[in-house]
Structures are given as C-alpha cells and as structure tokens.
Nanobody
Framework: VQLVESGGGLVQAGGSLRLSCAAS????????MGWYRQAPGKQRELVAS????????NYADSVKGRFTISRDNVKNTMYLQMNSLKPEDTAVYYC?????????????WGQGTQVTVSS
C-alpha cells in the first residue's frame, strides 16, 4: 500500500481546509485508515480514524465537531475536512493505513503535509 497526501497549506483561524490521502496498491487489505498530526516538539497524535469494514469513525476530543473524516472507496481516497481551524491545529498531518497481508499486519505512512493556522 502506498499513500500520497495533498491539501495542506496556510489558513487563518476560523478557516477551513480539506486534506486528501490517495491509496494505491493492495487497498483491499486495508483494515483502517487515519489521520495523525505532529506539532513541533510534541509527539505524533491520532486526529481521526475510520474502519474499512464498519465505517466507524473515531475522533480526538480536540477536533470533535470541527473535523470530519471520510473515505471514497471507489477512488481509494480518504479525506479530512477541517473547519473552524485554530492556531493549535498547526502541525504536520500524516495519513496512515493499517493493513494485513498473509496474516501479517503493516503500518503505512504518507509523506506528511503541513497545516499552518495563523491567529
């Protein structure tokens, strides 16, 4: 599985951005996908995730009600719609896919995309 992200950028507080993560390869083997972020000097944290089989979504408390994760299975693309952005949302955002091949579990990461929210 390979992941390519797009959609980051600079936005003012209160604005919106949409991130995209295009998956290729053995996409049928993906169990779950998610968005993580890492701010300078901080650990990488889970922002939102979505399971392939059930479509169940999970959000970090800090983004609930503002961010929406979705997935287009035809395009093999995952999205993160970010609304009401705050300066504390500034970070590098990474796409992640958890998949299994021959009963072995793998984690694949995208290259990361910078999101900067100005006050």
């Amino acid at each position: 599985v390979q992941l390519v992200e797009s959609g980051g950028g600079l936005v003012q507080a209160g604005g919106s951005l949409r991130l995209s993560c295009a998956a290729s390869g053995s996409t049928f083997s993906i169990d779950a996908m998610g968005w993580y972020r890492q701010a300078p000097g901080k650990q990488r944290e889970l922002v939102a995730s979505i399971r392939s089989s059930s479509g169940n979504r999970n959000y970090a408390d800090s983004v609930k009600g503002r961010f929406t994760i979705s997935r287009d299975n035809v395009k093999n693309t995952m999205y993160l719609q970010m609304n009401s952005l705050k300066p504390e949302d500034t970070a590098v955002y990474y796409c992640n896919a958890k998949y299994r091949i021959n009963y072995l579990r793998y984690d694949q990461w995208g290259q990361g995309t910078q999101v900067t929210v100005s006050s």
